[in-house]
């Protein structure tokens, strides 16, 4: 696998996040890779910083989303706005460093949630 800085990324996630309501996370706390030649079936993953890592090296909570380009660059603009607003609905609400599972308490991560945040994404950008 090959890991290269995705800066195109983070410019749609700050866009993404200026549209929808997730006032808890910080885009300047998260840093985007574009992997390639990756064996996983995934079009894009979260990573983590947990807290004793955090510690360690006197940082606050991070994440990385990486996007895996063999599935996730041939996906319309609006399929892979999707992708990103499923990653950052792993974001806990504290922006700890932590990561919600796709079923849990409260809201789960699904298909359902993540067209409900979509929609009310292109309401917003078009109503502006």
């Given at each position: 696998m090959e890991l290269a800085p995705a800066p195109d990324i983070h410019k749609r996630l700050a866009h993404l996040l200026k549209h929808i309501d997730f006032p808890h996370i910080d885009v300047h706390r998260i840093v985007c890779?574009?992997?390639t030649?990756?064996?996983?079936?995934a079009r894009a993953r979260i990573w983590s910083l947990p807290r004793i890592w955090q510690m360690a090296l006197s940082l606050k909570a991070h994440y990385v989303i990486?996007?895996?380009s063999q599935h996730f660059d041939h996906l319309s603009?609006?399929?892979q706005a999707?992708?990103?607003i499923h990653e950052l609905m792993h974001i806990p609400k504290?922006?700890?460093?932590?990561?919600l599972p796709h079923r849990g308490r409260g809201k789960g991560?699904?298909?359902?949630?993540?067209?409900s945040i979509f929609k009310q994404f292109q309401i917003n950008t078009n109503s502006k």
């Amino acid at each position: 696998m090959e890991l290269a800085p995705a800066p195109d990324i983070h410019k749609r996630l700050a866009h993404l996040l200026k549209h929808i309501d997730f006032p808890h996370i910080d885009v300047h706390r998260i840093v985007c890779f574009r992997s390639t030649k990756a064996t996983s079936r995934a079009r894009a993953r979260i990573w983590s910083l947990p807290r004793i890592w955090q510690m360690a090296l006197s940082l606050k909570a991070h994440y990385v989303i990486e996007v895996l380009s063999q599935h996730f660059d041939h996906l319309s603009p609006n399929d892979q706005a999707r992708v990103l607003i499923h990653e950052l609905m792993h974001i806990p609400k504290n922006f700890s460093g932590a990561l919600l599972p796709h079923r849990g308490r409260g809201k789960g991560i699904n298909h359902k949630t993540v067209e409900s945040i979509f929609k009310q994404f292109q309401i917003n950008t078009n109503s502006k």
